[in-house]
């Protein structure tokens, strides 16, 4: 079994991932939960902190999507070199033969024509390790490994780390009813903080599908912990600590602010999606903060003066689903003056044409990624009377 001693005063290096374009929100966050030497790179975040700040961190990012924790690092030219280092790693130390595991491979400008070979070098070195101490080779099991074991190459170096999440932390465990292409939650949540949203402001989704933003905003007001419900990695591998876990667990359980007032409101035209976004409501026990109705955006009313509204509209793949967006983002654009003046809206699409064809000028535009889809975040003032662009400059 494991002799790996963890002295809280180590400090140990981590890097989170999270969707393109949320780097510098998921930086802040990090730096509010304590992370140190915290750097914002394309795709994630590194920082350092003991190693328990991986419990806070998978527990209560809400934008972060896994967390790494690095326990290698090698200069390399060929796979060789890569699998001498990792022969070297002390595997033992963080699991055993019986646990299953799996290996990712990424690269960016790496001179290595195959990523695949690097996988299965690596895995080679990790049974070989596991083998020569304890007698027996982990399985590999792609799909719900125990042990996540990821390789990041640049062009000179190879990084290892351990997945301290196991799930990406968009899962947060609360999800019954998926609907029609929902949004990451960590997605979501990220949008909420780049738009600035706090729980004294409304906020209104008028396309909420399964209700994610809703969900993510009323989590947050109540500064209810993302990760309450669900499993880590961390908890798999030998050096879990379950009591300090079990502390922390407990003391983020007991921050959460019930009391707090939400004005939070979801409308979409779909009585299925309704019912989705009711039931992963429910789901929550947030009925009391989410208020929900089946109602087009076209016969929708602002139900407050002012507020936040945030929304991903339908998007298209098919060429007349296209056309017919094409065909409504005007009445999108028209409904948002006419009905909305004094709010802010942001609309998330992966429809680029979308701001030009609705003729209201964005006051900011955020690139964005859905995964791999390349989206943008368009934000709109809605000031009554002066937003129309003029149609010399359509
Ligand atoms: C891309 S989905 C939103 C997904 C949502 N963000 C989630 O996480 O589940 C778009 C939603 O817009 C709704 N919708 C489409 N046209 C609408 C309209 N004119 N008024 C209101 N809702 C509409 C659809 O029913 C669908 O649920």
Redesign the pocket.
């Known amino acids: 079994m494991s002799n790996l001693r963890l002295r809280p005063a180590d400090m140990e290096t981590f890097f989170a991932t999270c969707p393109r374009g949320l780097e510098a929100v998921l930086a802040d966050e990090l730096t509010a939960l304590g992370a140190q030497d915290v750097r914002a790179v394309e795709g994630g975040t590194g920082f350092r902190g003991p190693y328990a700040l991986c419990y806070r961190i998978n527990l209560e990012s809400r934008i972060a999507s896994r967390v790494l924790w690095r326990i290698g690092q090698c200069r390399y030219r060929d796979e060789n070199d890569i699998f001498t280092v990792a022969r070297k790693l002390p595997w033992a130390q963080w699991f055993g033969p019986a646990q299953s595991i799996r290996v990712d491979t990424a690269a960016i400008k790496s001179p290595l024509r195959s990523l695949d070979f690097v996988t299965l070098r690596v895995k080679d070195a990790v049974c070989d390790v596991l083998r020569e101490a304890e007698g027996d080779r982990p399985n590999v099991d792609t799909r719900q490994p125990d042990v996540r074991i990821h390789v990041f190459l640049n062009r000179d170096d190879a990084l290892f780390y351990l997945d301290t999440s196991g799930d990406a932390l968009f899962k947060r465990g609360w999800r019954t009813a998926?609907?029609?292409?929902?949004?990451r939650e960590n997605l979501?949540a990220g949008i909420l903080k780049l738009a600035g949203w706090t729980a004294e402001q409304p906020l209104l989704?008028?396309?909420?599908?399964?209700?994610?933003?809703l969900i993510e905003a009323a989590l947050m007001a109540t500064q209810r912990a993302p990760g309450l419900n669900r499993k880590f990695g961390f908890e798999k591998l030998r050096n879990f600590d379950a009591k300090a876990w079990e502390i922390l667990h407990r003391q983020v359980a007991a921050q959460e602010n019930k009391s707090i007032k939400t004005m939070i409101y979801g409308?979409?035209?779909?009585g299925?999606?309704i019912v989705?976004?009711r039931q992963n409501v429910a789901a929550l026990g947030m009925e009391q903060r989410i208020e929900l109705k089946q109602?087009?955006?076209?016969d929708?009313k602002a139900p407050a003066p002012a507020g936040l509204l945030i929304?991903?509209?339908?998007?298209g793949v098919r060429m007349e689903e296209l056309d017919d967006l094409a065909a409504?983002y005007p009445t999108?654009g028209d409904i948002l003056k006419q009905r909305y003046s004094g709010w802010t809206a942001y609309i998330l699409t992966a429809d680029l044409r979308l701001a030009k064809i609705m003729r209201l000028q964005p006051s900011r535009r955020t690139p964005l990624f859905n995964g791999a889809l390349e989206c943008r975040l368009f934000k709109y003032e809605m000031v009554a009377g002066s937003m129309r662009t003029p149609r010399s400059n359509r």
């Open positions: 998926t609907g029609d292409a929902p949004l979501a989704d008028p396309m909420c599908g399964s209700g994610t933003f409308y979409d035209r779909s299925d999606a989705d976004a109602c087009s955006f076209e929708s929304t991903n509209p339908p998007y409504w999108l």
